[in-house]
């Protein structure tokens, strides 16, 4: 099973940015479907990003489309998030993840925080 481990958050101006990193173990990486997921106090766990093996699609929610951009480094077996224009309603753990076609999460990292002061 693959290990994951998030790394990259912390506190930022509304307005800033943030990347947040992933790192798996193993070496089939590159076969892997990965999500980023976040979870808000209070809020059930959403899907943020996802981008297939190969790195040719990606999906976004719609919240963070145009702003957050999902990339992935097959070599360094990292999946990144590029956080732009931060608001807010983005303060969450965010966490990455395997994922199926459909972005259901089946191995989960341990979380990060981001946390956005206005």
Do not use: H
Not at 71 to 82: E, I, M, P
Not at 107 to 116: F, I, L, P
């Amino acid at each position: 099973q693959v290990q994951l481990v998030e790394s990259g958050g912390g506190l930022v101006q509304a307005g800033g940015s943030l990347i947040l990193s992933c790192a798996a173990s193993g070496r089939t990486f590159s076969s892997y479907t990965m999500g980023w997921f976040r979870q808000a106090p209070g809020k059930e766990r959403e899907f943020v990003a996802g981008i297939t093996g190969t790195g040719s699609q990606t999906a976004y929610v719609t919240s963070v489309s145009g702003r957050f951009t999902v990339s992935r480094d097959n070599a360094k077996n990292t999946v990144y998030l590029q956080m732009n224009s931060l608001e807010p309603e983005d303060t969450a753990i965010y966490y990455c993840a395997t994922t199926d076609s459909a972005w259901t999460a089946f191995s989960w990292g341990q979380g990060t925080q981001v946390t956005v002061s206005s």
